[in-house]
């Protein structure tokens, strides 16, 4: 386990970079003490701390990449620039708490499709969390986007000019 109850109300998907010193997740955070947490997982990165013998003991320097309020899913690191990550994101807060969705059964979990949400990119050299740290790729904002996979191999790097091939 790697994130927790201290930090984090709850946490999803989370993917190691290429050379696995480093993870991006998404998360909400727990909020001050009386307030409700977020509706909504931001996306972060932290160090994987690692024991002597090179186990997995936690993580360090966390930071969030996504701006307050926005939706954010499905975070990757580009295969071939560790520097750049790769996830969903809807920039601003979803204008419709109602958009269609996924819910199992009748449990907790849910997922929202906002239509907001597209394919961003960060730098984590200069990310900050702002809007204006982030790069879309993929989408408008007028139409779910937000999954996205790309090949490691040298023979398509031509093909990775935008990072994200859809």
Request: charged share 20%; proline share 9%; with cysteine.
């Amino acid at each position: 386990q790697l994130t927790f109850p201290g930090r984090f109300a709850k946490a999803g998907e989370s993917y190691f970079s290429p050379d696995d010193r480093t993870i991006i997740f998404q998360a909400i955070e727990q909020p001050p003490a009386g307030t409700a947490p977020s509706e909504f997982y931001g996306m972060y990165v932290a160090d994987v701390v690692r024991n002597p013998a090179g186990g997995i003991t936690g993580i360090a320097n966390i930071r969030r990449l996504s701006p307050e309020g926005s939706a954010n899913t499905c975070g990757w690191f580009h295969p071939l620039h560790p520097e750049i990550v790769i996830f969903g994101s809807t920039v601003v807060p979803p204008s419709n708490r109602e958009t269609p969705g996924y819910q199992r059964g009748t449990g907790k979990y849910r997922w929202q499709f906002p239509p907001e949400m597209r394919v961003v990119q960060a730098d984590l050299r200069t990310a900050d969390g702002t809007a204006k740290s982030l790069t879309t790729l993929v989408g408008d904002g007028n139409g779910y986007a937000a999954e996205c996979s790309i090949s490691r191999s040298e023979e398509h790097t031509s093909e990775l000019q935008s990072p994200c091939n859809l």
